[in-house]
T-cell receptor
């Protein structure tokens, strides 16, 4: 069975601070995908990144960066120089990659509040 | 290009009534998924369509839930009869083959 744990329920930072959102996962699959989605106040889930389990390279996209560590089953997300517009709920998710099953297993989400 | 759209955005019904949620996927996406988040818990998978066929319905909670995708375009999710524990946000997503799932804004269902 797959499981995703986001231990931080809510984080509050002041604008321009760096913040890291933690994600720990469990799976028996040898090949899998990891995801991050953002849910702003408008409600839709916005795709941020998908990472294949074979690719452990860290990724940077503007102020966003992701640290994938297979040894600790973690896929953490860092926002550098946070802005008020980053305020949202962030979800980490996991899916199989070898079979036809496409269902995403989500963590419970981390609510990020960026104060001006 | 239009994203995934869901109707209605919010539905309030009484216990025992029927509600039908609709999802229009991104044009050209054969894969369509339903998820729900109840009582502030995790977002849970319900089912997956490939065109008009149900590929995986392992997450459907019980037979009060019926999902259809006639013609392989839009999908409906009917809850009949609705119970209090069905309250939550129902999300729809669509993707191309093995592609990233793009989500709609969800339908918030309140069963009173």
């Amino acid at each position: 069975a797959q499981k995703v744990t986001q231990a931080q329920t809510e984080i509050s930072v002041v604008e321009k601070e760096d913040v890291t959102l933690d994600c720990v996962y469990e799976t028996r699959d040898t090949t899998y995908y990891l995801f991050w989605y953002k849910q702003p106040p408008s409600g839709e889930l916005v795709f941020l990144i998908r990472r294949n389990s074979f690719d452990e390279q860290n990724e940077i996209s503007g102020r966003y960066s992701w640290n994938f560590q297979k040894s600790t089953s973690s896929f953490n997300f860092t926002i550098t120089a946070s802005q008020v517009v980053d305020s949202a709920v962030y979800f980490c998710a996991l899916s199989e990659a070898q079979t036809g099953r496409r269902a995403l297993t989500f963590g419970s989400g981390t609510r990020l509040q960026v104060q001006p | 290009e239009a994203g995934v759209t869901q109707f209605p955005s919010h539905s309030v019904i009484e216990k025992g009534q029927t509600v039908t949620l609709r999802c229009d996927p991104i044009s050209g996406h054969d894969n369509l998924y339903w998820y729900r988040r109840v009582m502030g818990k995790e977002i849970k998978f319900l089912l997956h369509f490939v065109k008009e066929s149900k590929q995986d319905e392992s997450g459907m909670p019980n037979n009060r839930f019926l999902a259809e995708r006639t013609g392989g375009t839009y999908s409906t999710l009917k809850v009949q009869p609705a119970e209090l524990e069905d309250s939550g946000v129902y999300f729809c997503a669509s993707s191309q083959e093995k592609g990233i799932q793009y989500f709609g804004a969800g339908t918030r269902l309140s069963v009173l």
